[in-house]
């Protein structure tokens, strides 16, 4: 299957085609993407194909992928096991606005694999899935806001884009009184009212928070590690006391597990901390890439459905997404995938932490091996705000630098390395060499930099 990637060390990666393709795509969509998080500028990747562990640029550049479409493709691209249920699925029509089995396999395969969630409905993004979560906890409790801690992403819904990852901290105000900040225009400000942003790994401000205005409170999206800021993880007995204020205040949990779910255990995040949230949210790798999401939780609650609370979409639950989820869900049910995906995952820790050593650097690991962020410190930060104190430069020109050597991590510290069930021994060797030339070009390079600033100060 792979042979040595294209962009491999030494080899300059071509991008003639992929500039021109840029230049054309700039015209018509804004910033030459469909997402923000795409437009790289003239750097954008315009990708050819996957297999496994290793995807294709329009000029024919090979990377080992780290990013694994931002966390989906848990068993690796075109894994046949869900193509060919998917397309068998197809070939009986695609869009019928009524429901097949599959969608109703799927969420039984939810129930099995959580063993807490008795109800959910399949929506097609994760952003939709939250969007609902947050709508579901409003309409049960009959109250109006909703807590969210700060540098944590649950999708492009108007709720869900406050206090999210702006790189200048000072915006968000002080720790125990911070400020409802909109990402970018176009949010109404009635909208972020009812969002109260709060530190992560910071009960205090929590119960403060709860105390004022707890009868106003519908519930708490918390994603369980903070999966958009590096994978920072929760303190000891974080979450313990999350879900105790939130029932002593009858607010609803919410799991955000677009990220954790099925991936940190078969019963995702909530398995994994063993905390029993009240709903949940699943998307990415219950697909394998395919576009699907889910919302769910307790009868009790998601009983507010169909009744009292709006939900549909002509999308959700379609067929492709449906099959697509059951054939996923099932290999991760009945294979030792999650487990391989870990001791993959430990062993190229391992590697990095070698790498680091070698040069007398400080290297941390947040997340979970499956899905982890890294900090050149001792120790890991505690929350966004103290994300922003790290020297994410430095991994940021390191990122950078496995690209051109093959291998492509997001190029910003704060999106997680993702792993899947087809990258290999030889994989992981080569993301260790990779890692390590870029480590050693950004160190030169900051020194380089350092002595032309010490020149021009003399
Ligand atoms: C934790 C979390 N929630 C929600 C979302 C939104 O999901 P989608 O991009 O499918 O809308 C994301 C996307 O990265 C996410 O990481």
């Given at each position: 299957m792979a042979t040595k990637p294209a962009g491999s060390l030494g080899a300059t990666p071509r991008r003639d085609l992929q500039r021109a393709t840029f230049a054309r795509a700039s015209a018509i969509m804004p910033g030459g993407a469909d997402s923000n998080?795409?437009?790289?500028?003239?750097?954008?990747?315009?990708?050819?194909?996957?297999?496994?562990?290793?995807?294709?640029?329009?000029?024919?550049?090979?990377?080992?992928?780290?990013?694994?479409?931002?966390?989906?493709?848990?068993?690796?691209?075109?894994?046949?096991?869900?193509?060919?249920?998917?397309?068998?699925?197809?070939?009986?029509?695609?869009?019928?606005?009524?429901?097949?089995?599959?969608?109703?396999?799927?969420?039984?395969?939810?129930?099995?694999?959580?063993?807490?969630?008795?109800?959910?409905?399949?929506?097609?993004?994760?952003?939709?899935?939250?969007?609902?979560?947050?709508?579901t906890a409003r309409a049960y409790t009959g109250r109006t806001k909703i807590v969210k801690f700060e540098g944590q992403y649950h999708g492009v819904h108007d709720y869900a884009l406050i206090s999210v990852v702006p790189n200048d901290i000072s915006l968000l105000g002080d720790r125990d009184n911070p400020v409802?900040?909109?990402?970018?225009?176009?949010?109404?400000?009635?909208?972020?009212?009812?969002?109260?942003?709060?530190?992560?790994?910071?009960?205090?401000?929590?119960?403060?928070?709860?105390?004022?205005?707890?009868?106003?409170?519908?519930?708490?999206?918390?994603?369980?590690?903070?999966?958009?800021?590096?994978?920072?993880?929760?303190?000891?007995?974080?979450?313990?006391?999350?879900?105790?204020?939130?029932?002593?205040?009858?607010?609803?949990?919410?799991?955000?597990?677009?990220?954790?779910?099925?991936?940190?255990?078969?019963?995702?995040?909530?398995?994994?901390?063993?905390?029993?949230?009240?709903?949940?949210?699943?998307?990415?790798?219950?697909?394998?890439?395919?576009?699907?999401?889910?919302?769910?939780?307790?009868?009790?609650?998601?009983?507010v459905m169909p009744e009292h609370m709006s939900h549909g979409g002509t999308y959700a639950g379609n067929r492709v997404a449906?099959?697509?989820?059951?054939?996923?869900?099932?290999?991760?049910?009945?294979?030792?995938?999650?487990?391989?995906?870990?001791?993959?995952?430990?062993?190229?820790?391992?590697?990095?932490?070698?790498?680091?050593?070698?040069?007398?650097?400080?290297?941390?690991?947040t997340g979970h091996p499956t899905m982890f962020g890294m900090i050149f410190a001792e120790t890991a930060p505690s929350d966004y705000r103290g994300w922003a104190e790290t020297d994410h430069d430095l991994y940021d020109a390191v990122a950078l630098g496995m690209h051109s050597r093959g291998a492509m991590p997001e190029p910003d510290s704060r999106e997680p390395w993702f792993l899947s069930a087809a990258h290999s021994d030889a994989d992981i060797a080569r993301v260790v060499d990779v890692f390590a030339d870029s480590l050693d070009a950004a160190l030169e390079a900051r020194a380089h930099a350092g002595r032309r600033a010490g020149g021009q100060g003399a």
């Open positions: 998080f795409r437009s790289w500028g003239e750097d954008t990747v315009y990708i050819d194909r996957g297999l496994g562990s290793h995807i294709w640029d329009l000029d024919g550049n090979e990377y080992i992928d780290l990013r694994m479409g931002y966390g989906p493709v848990i068993l690796g691209h075109a894994d046949p096991r869900v193509d060919d249920h998917v397309n068998e699925r197809m070939r009986r029509g695609v869009s019928f606005s009524l429901t097949t089995e599959d969608e109703v396999r799927a969420i039984e395969l939810i129930r099995e694999l959580t063993g807490w969630v008795d109800m959910a409905r399949l929506t097609v993004s994760g952003t939709e899935a939250t969007m609902h979560a947050m709508r409802r900040l909109a990402w970018g225009r176009g949010i109404p400000s009635a909208v972020a009212d009812t969002v109260i942003p709060v530190s992560y790994n910071d009960t205090q401000t929590l119960q403060r928070v709860f105390e004022e205005q707890g009868d106003d409170i519908a519930g708490v999206i918390i994603e369980p590690v903070l999966g958009n800021a590096q994978g920072i993880l929760p303190r000891e007995g974080f979450h313990q006391e999350v879900r105790a204020l939130t029932r002593a205040y009858g607010a609803v949990l919410i799991f955000d597990e677009v990220k954790t779910g099925f991936r940190f255990a078969r019963g995702g995040a909530a398995e994994y901390f063993g905390i029993e949230p009240d709903l949940a949210t699943y998307a990415k790798a219950m697909g394998n890439g395919y576009p699907v999401a889910a919302f769910g939780g307790r009868a009790e609650i998601m009983q449906a099959a697509a989820a059951v054939a996923t869900l099932e290999t991760l049910r009945d294979g030792t995938v999650l487990a391989t995906i870990a001791r993959t995952g430990r062993t190229l820790q391992a590697g990095l932490a070698e790498v680091a050593a070698g040069r007398g650097l400080p290297l941390s690991f």
